[in-house]
């Protein structure tokens, strides 16, 4: 049995390159000025990294957060309540 391999079309790469661009908060503040395939994946990168670093940042936070609290306290509560949603 042979295998196929299935070909992505030039234009299903411009429809995917488009939605990414639409996704990119800088892409889309540049609006109708079309960055190359290879920025926008460098873009989409760079993007994704600090997404990454902000989630990292967020959940330091957050640990430090919830160890300053009283385990018994209202505010204990509330947090364990957001993290339980």
Sequence with gaps: MSSRRSRITE????E???KLQSALPEARRRGASRASASKLLKETCNY???????VDDLS???????ASL??????AE?????LRS
């Design 48 to 54: 994704i990294k600090s997404l990454h670093r902000e």
């Design 70 to 75: 009283d385990t018994n306290s209202p505010q």
């Design 60 to 66: 330091d936070r957050l640990s430090d957060l919830v």
């Design 11 to 14: 234009e299903e790469i411009s």
């Design 16 to 18: 995917l390159i488009s």
């Design 78 to 82: 509330i947090v364990r309540g957001l």
